[in-house]
C-alpha cells in the first residue's frame, strides 16, 4: 500500500529554511509499526499522523525514526498549517489529542502555535555530577558558561537540559560528543540538549540557539518548539528577561545552516508562568509517497 507524505517545514524564518516534517494527513487504520516504519522511510526527524478524534479537533502522533514521543513542536505547527492552507480547519482555538493528553492549539493568519504546559525545574550546580558531565559532553569548560547561567533541567511537556553559553563562537564551534549525550539524556528522561547564547543573528530576537537529541535519533535539529517554551520559561524565570514574548533562533549555525525562528508567548498569574504558546510559520516543500 502506497501513503502519501507532507514534507513541511516549520518555523521558516522568512521564507526560508525551517525544520521539515513529514504529515501524514490520513492515518486512521494504521499500526504503530506501520508508523514507526513510515517514519523510519522518511526519514526526518519526526513525522506526524493526523487521524480522528472524539474529544479534539485531531488525534496527532508522533515518531522519529527510533521510536513514538509524546509532543513535537516543528511537527505540530507543520500539521496545523497544513491543514489550514487545505482549507480542513479554520482560523482560531483547536486542539490536539495526544498520547499525553489534550493540548490547545491556536491558528492565526499564517501562524500556528502549540500550547505547552507551566515549568518545572531541576537547577545543577557545578559541582554536580551531572553538570559536569553535561560540559564534558559538549567538550567544554566550565568558563564558557554564561554569566549568572547553570546548566537546567526544564519540562514543559517534555525535558530538555538547557545550557548558556556566553559565546556565540562557542557555540558555533561546538563538538558534541553524541555517545555522552545519549547517557546522559536517558539518565535524565531527556529529548536532548538545548543550548543557547544570547547573541542572535537578527537584532531584537531573544537567544541564538542549537538542539541536539540523539537519544531520539536526531544529532541536530533546525528547529524545536518543545524546546523554544522550556529556554523561554527559563530566560523569564531564571535569568531575569521581563517580556512575555520571546523569539528564539535555531538552525543559523547548523551545517548547513536552515534558519529557524519561534515564537514564545508565555502567560502569567501573579509573575508565575501559568501556560505558554510556541509557534511560527511552517511551508510545504514537497510530497513523497511511500510504501507500507
Known amino acids: 500500500m502506497q501513503l502519501e507524505v507532507q514534507i513541511v517545514n516549520a518555523f521558516i524564518d522568512g521564507a526560508r529554511g525551517g525544520n521539515p516534517a513529514g504529515v501524514v494527513l490520513q492515518a486512521d487504520g494504521l499500526t504503530t509499526e506501520q508508523k514507526l516504519a513510515v517514519a523510519q522511510q522518511v526519514g526526518l526527524s519526526e513525522t506526524a499522523f493526523v487521524s480522528a478524534s472524539d474529544v479534539a479537533t485531531i488525534k496527532l502522533e ?17 500539521t496545523f498549517s497544513l491543514l489550514r492552507q487545505l482549507k480542513r480547519v479554520p482560523a482560531g482555538q483547536l486542539s490536539k489529542e495526544t498520547i499525553d493528553g489534550l493540548r490547545e492549539i491556536i491558528v492565526a493568519d499564517d501562524q500556528a502555535f502549540m500550547q505547552q504546559v507551566a515549568p518545572r525545574y531541576q537547577q545543577f550546580e557545578l559541582s554536580d555530577s551531572i553538570a559536569q558531565q553535561a560540559l564534558q559532553s559538549l567538550n567544554l569548560g566550565s568558563d564558557a558558561l554564561l554569566s549568572g547561567s547553570l546548566p537546567t533541567l526544564v519540562n514543559t511537556g517534555n525535558s530538555f537540559l538547557i545550557i548558556g553559553l556566553a559565546s556565540e563562537q562557542t557555540l558555533a564551534e561546538l563538538q558534541p560528543n553524541f555517545v555522552q549525550i545519549q547517557h546522559i539524556s536517558e ?21 541564538g540557539t542549537r538542539m541536539f537529541a540523539p537519544r531520539y535519533g536526531i544529532r541536530e535539529e533546525a528547529g524545536t518548539g518543545m524546546a523554544a517554551g522550556p529556554l523561554a520559561c527559563y530566560l523569564y524565570d531564571k535569568l531575569g528577561l521581563q517580556q512575555t514574548n520571546f523569539l528564539i533562533e535555531q538552525g543559523w549555525l547548523m551545517q548547513p545552516a536552515s534558519p529557524s525562528v519561534i515564537e514564545v508567548q508565555i502567560k502569567l498569574a501573579d509573575g508565575a508562568i501559568q501556560s505558554l504558546l510556541a509557534g511560527g510559520q511552517a511551508k510545504v516543500m514537497q510530497t513523497l509517497e511511500v510504501e507500507i
Open 187 to 207: 539518565q535524565l528522561d531527556l529529548i536532548g540538549y538545548y543550548v543557547f547564547t544570547p547573541a542572535t543573528k537578527q537584532a531584537g530576537r531573544s537567544a
Open 62 to 78: 508522533f515518531f522519529t525514526p527510533t521510536r513514538q514521543i509524546a509532543h513535537c513542536g516543528h511537527a505540530t505547527i507543520a
